[in-house]
């Protein structure tokens, strides 16, 4: 029987899948590529900043098109996964985060590009590193709605306690709002209505997968229209940014035997070990670089602050997805979580 699968789509379809396999070199291109865009053409810098946001959340829907939103709620019942990705992100990484960032405490505008991406989690291409490693993705993909929602929930909690009562002279409560609503709870709420409608409608199921067929090519946009939009304030800061940067670097290195330590204690097998450290390590600067970018004018360097921590990061994701499954072999068996009865 002949082939129905117009040679297009079988072109479209390597095409896809190329990029999927070399989806690292694909992101440090599109670094490379935003900043020479950045760089010889200065003046594209307020067009490509106006394009972060709808980029991002096209790319969020997307992602949240992953989402197992009908058995979400078993997912959740993975206590020890859930409630360790929880105290990792929300308990040990602010104490973390707080000690390494009393190195730049008397900077003020670069303290808060510093907590700002630190201290929230990665939603989008952790999964991208955690499956490269073989670790758990779809266990973290599950999670990621409640991840979003307690990052903007407790980060202006964070950012009160950790830069002072000053904090709301400086941040306004209106950015977190609109990236509450915009990037978070919109496409969320759009992701689970497409899922709901592509069990009995076919143009939803289209939808859903040009959505994942376009994950690759739309993080790439994302990475070129913000580090195109904020290369040349990078290039002017370079002295003030060397030394965040080797806070960044800092964190990526401390977070990887806390991670592989907390998991271990939690019992995990392997692949959940991968995905709890991935997650402790990656940082959502993406998602919080609107907000860095809403401050005053005096506060400017906030938001290269936090696209020098995705140029690091991405650096360090590289070294990850090699070593960490060095540090978790898929031989070693699930310890079972003790609890002492003393």
């Avoid at 078993?74 to 973390?96: C, E, H, Q, Y």
């Avoid at 067929?213 to 913000?226: G, K, R």
């Amino acid at each position: 029987m002949a082939s129905t699968t117009a040679p297009s789509d079988v072109g479209w379809s390597r095409v896809v899948e190329w990029l999927e396999r070399h989806q690292i070199p694909m992101y440090l291109l599109a670094l490379v590529v935003g900043g020479v865009i950045g760089l010889a053409a200065p003046d594209s810098a307020p067009t490509m900043e106006r394009v972060i946001n709808p980029t991002l959340g096209l790319l969020l829907f997307a992602t949240f098109l992953g989402v197992p939103f009908a058995t979400i709620a078993t997912s959740m019942k993975d206590v020890r996964f859930v409630g360790g990705v929880v105290a990792l992100n929300f308990v040990i990484v602010p104490v973390v985060v707080f000690g390494l960032t009393r190195f730049i405490a008397s900077d003020q505008a670069l303290l808060i590009g510093a907590l700002l991406t630190l201290l929230c989690p990665c939603v989008d291409y952790v999964m991208v590193f955690t499956k490269i490693a073989g670790g758990s993705s779809e266990r973290l993909l599950a999670v990621a709605p409640l991840l979003m929602i307690l990052q903007m929930l407790l980060l202006p909690l964070y950012l009160f306690v950790f830069v002072g009562s000053e904090l709301s002279d400086i941040i306004e409560i209106d950015p977190f709002v609109e990236a509450l609503a915009f990037l978070i709870l919109i496409p969320l709420a759009l992701a689970a209505i497409t899922q709901r409608v592509a069990r009995t409608r076919q143009f939803a199921r289209s939808v859903m997968s040009i959505a994942q067929q376009a994950m690759v090519p739309l993080m790439m946009a994302v990475l070129v229209v913000v580090v195109g939009s904020q290369i040349s304030k990078v290039k002017s800061d370079l002295d003030s940014l060397f030394g965040v940067a080797a806070i960044y670097a800092a964190f990526l290195i401390v977070m990887a035997p806390i991670g592989l330590a907390l998991s271990r204690r939690l019992g995990l097998d392997p692949p959940g070990r991968r995905a709890l450290t991935f997650s402790g390590a990656t940082r959502n600067s993406l998602v919080v670089l609107p907000l860095a970018l809403a401050l005053p004018a005096q506060y400017a360097i906030a938001a290269v602050a936090v696209v020098t921590q995705t140029l690091v990061e991405l650096v360090g994701m590289v070294i990850y997805v090699r070593v960490v499954p060095r540090l978790t072999p898929n031989h070693e068996p699930a310890v079972p979580l003790l609890i002492s009865h003393e």
